[in-house]
């Protein structure tokens, strides 16, 4: 079956960095997307990895092994705006996206 | 950049009326349109996906007679919640792409909170 794990919370204090990691095993691979989700909004876009490597968006920076079916999302010099739910998904063959059930990231002053 | 935008933003109804959803693709034009579900502290979950012109593709489990959706244009999809019950409220979603296959980025309108009383 498609699974996407990744954590259910995590806690960091503000101006820290926190890595939140995304394993996957999908019917195929066409792509990546992390995305941020405050409480009662829809979900907005940060990144797409579809290649190996690192891709870095200002303070956001997402990272992708295919070989590992990993992924993570670093937030740098973090913010109290910055506590939000992070969703992993993953674009299978048919480009479904197959979506993890979301990080909540807690932050602390 | 593109926006996706969704009408109602919430909206409250009697058990067993129906309820109209629309989403737009406000400034590009997008062959493809999903739409979501997303029940409190849970993942979204895809309903179905919708090209224009084409009937929908519906995931497993839900009822395409009760979930009616139109792809009439474009840039306008709509989801019709009919005879709706309590456990229908939820959050619905929808996002649209630019292209079939083109997955570079998905654009998500902000949400339509059903609550079905």
């Known amino acids: 079956g498609q699974n996407i794990d990744q954590p259910t919370e995590m806690t960091a204090t503000e101006g820290a960095i926190v890595q939140i990691n995304c394993t996957y095993q999908t019917s195929g691979f066409n792509g990546l997307f992390w995305y941020q989700q405050h409480a009662g909004e829809a979900p907005t876009f940060l990144s797409y990895?579809?290649l190996d490597g690192l891709e870095e968006k200002g303070r956001f920076s997402s990272f992708l092994s295919r070989s590992k079916g990993y992924s993570y999302l670093l937030l740098k010099e973090l913010q109290m705006k910055d506590s939000a739910s992070y969703l992993c998904a993953v674009a299978d063959s048919n480009y479904q996206l197959i979506w993890g059930a979301g990080t909540k990231l807690i932050i602390k002053p | 950049g593109a926006v996706v935008s969704q009408h109602p933003s919430w909206v409250i109804c009697k058990s067993g009326t129906s309820v109209k959803i629309e989403c737009r693709s406000l400034?590009?034009?997008?062959?493809?349109m999903f739409w979501y579900r997303q029940f409190p502290k849970q993942s979204l979950m895809l309903m179905a996906t919708?090209?224009?012109?084409?009937?929908?593709?519906?995931e497993q489990g839900v009822e395409k007679d009760k979930f009616l959706i139109n792809h009439a244009s474009l840039t306008l999809s709509t989801l019709t919640v009919t005879s709706a019950h309590p456990e229908d409220s939820s959050f619905y979603i929808c996002?649209?792409?630019?292209?079939?296959?083109?997955?570079?980025?998905?654009?998500f309108g902000p949400g339509t909170r059903l609550t079905v009383l």
């Open positions: 919708s090209n224009e012109g084409s009937k929908a593709t519906y």
């Open positions: 400034d590009f034009q997008a062959t493809t």
């Open positions: 990895n579809v």
């Open positions: 996002s649209a792409g630019r292209g079939a296959g083109d997955y570079n980025e998905q654009f």
